[in-house]
């Protein structure tokens, strides 16, 4: 159930920092898009727990999600990071 939080909890901050910060104004879309594809990874996950369902694919699926949305976060900060 923890990880749940957390997923859930990071999903949102990249939506809520895209709004709070402008810096951040052009990551909104991808932002919303990100949260939106990880609670649907998450809600297939889920709903294939019963015998017989491909839960294994359901998993593989939210980990793909899961860590293009982390690139796509660094990849984010990468840019907002001043060049020295």
Known sequence: MINVVGIVA?????????WRDSR?????RPAIAFAILLVFALVVQFKT???G???????R???VVLIGWLISV???IQRLRPVR
Not at 24 to 28: F, N, S, V
Not at 53 to 59: I, R, T, V
């Open 10 to 18: 990071a999903a949102l901050a990249a939506v809520v920092l895209s």
């Open 49 to 51: 727990l019963h015998r």
């Open 74 to 76: 660094a990849l984010a």
């Open 24 to 28: 951040w104004l052009g990551y909104r």
């Open 61 to 63: 699926f939210f980990v």
């Open 53 to 59: 369902m491909p839960y294994g694919l359901a998993n």
